[in-house]
């Protein structure tokens, strides 16, 4: 599967501009089943897809799909479902 370079996620930006190249986090992330709560997760925007296909870079309006360096089992099984993404950092923890 060599075609297969990370994990997508998608949803609607809601302020700022996202670039191709961007580090985001992603919060509040994945539940740590050890530690009991969830860990923040830091990943980079590889690709950003529109309803105009890919671009370098989206503004708030319409729904986006971020192509990230995340593995695809985190994506793909819906552990993700309900974060909010942002600058590493700026996110309010749980």
Same mark, same amino acid.
């Given at each position: ?10 949803? $609607? ?15 509040? &992330? ?5 530690? $009991? ?7 980079? !925007? =590889?690709?950003?897809?529109? $309803?105009? &296909?890919? !671009?370098? $870079? !989206?503004?708030? &309006?319409?729904?986006?799909? =971020? ?16 974060? =909010?993404? &942002? ?8």
């Amino acid at each position: 599967m060599e075609s297969v370079a990370g994990g997508v996620i998608g949803g $609607s930006l809601s302020s700022g501009l996202l670039k191709v190249g961007d580090d985001i986090e992603i919060s509040p &992330g994945l539940y740590d089943q050890v530690k $009991s709560r969830h860990l923040p997760v830091v990943t980079k !925007v =590889v690709s950003l897809g529109t $309803s105009t &296909g890919l !671009v370098g $870079s !989206v503004k708030p &309006g319409g729904l986006v799909a =971020v192509g990230t360096t995340l593995d695809p089992y985190y994506t793909k099984s819906d552990a993700l479902v309900g974060c =909010v993404v &942002g600058p590493p950092g700026t996110l309010q923890r749980l």
